[in-house]
């Protein structure tokens, strides 16, 4: 991800992106081109990984080895950058449009877990972070053990150790105030997707 200093986003913060977010985009190479799969995630505390599941049915998995690099794609923000939110263009017109977006990518390599065991503390984990705030909390031990262990079959492990993450926050910040202010407050007036934007500006 190309990142110019005035978007950069240190490790940290990029951590907390990731951590809001909650699910994001695996990619990894096969033999018949790139796969996809969409997961959430729950982020070690020593930030060295990441863990999930997906269904047994999804291929996505199958072309995993040992080693298997995947690219980890999280988007927080997105919305379009109108020329016309630009006061300044009234002076110099020579703008164009543009895309303001939070975004992290994370490189790691994905290990393939089907120890029932290692299912089963990884879907506790991700219920109970993910449950955080509700009353009552759902408890994946609130399932009767038949079932929930004819669940766990359906489903895969993973692991994704973490060898990099890149943040971006690309907010206006290369435009003038009076500019940076505008799409702000035009993005505020819209709908949910950009009013998240807006709000991060």
């Known amino acids: 991800m190309h990142v110019p200093p005035q978007f950069y986003v240190d490790d940290q913060e990029a951590w907390r992106i990731v951590e809001e977010v909650g699910a994001g985009t695996l990619v990894i190479s096969t033999p018949e081109g790139l796969a996809s799969v969409f997961v959430p995630v729950i982020v070690s505390t020593d930030h060295c990984t990441l863990l999930s599941h997906l269904a047994r049915a999804n291929p996505w998995w199958k072309t995993v080895g040992e080693g298997t690099e995947a690219l980890g794609l999280f988007l927080a923000?997105?919305?379009?950058?109108s020329p016309n939110f630009y006061p300044s263009r009234l002076e110099n017109p020579d703008v164009v449009p543009t895309w303001n977006y939070v975004a992290v990518e994370i490189r790691g390599r994905v290990t393939v877990h089907h120890d029932a065991q290692?299912?089963?503390?990884?879907?506790?984990?991700?219920?109970?972070?993910?449950?955080r705030g509700y009353d009552p909390e759902w408890k994946v031990d609130d399932l009767e053990e038949t079932y929930r262990d004819d669940q766990l079959r359906g489903i895969v492990g993973l692991e994704i150790t973490v060898q990099a993450i890149e943040g971006k926050a690309k907010l206006s910040q290369n435009r003038p105030a009076i500019d940076h202010d505008s799409v702000r407050d035009h993005l505020a007036e819209s709908s949910p997707r950009e009013r998240n934007v807006a709000e991060r500006m």
Do not use: G, P
């Open 118 to 131: 290692w299912k089963l503390d990884q879907v506790r984990e991700l219920t109970r972070h993910f449950e």
């Open 77 to 81: 923000a997105s919305a379009y950058v």
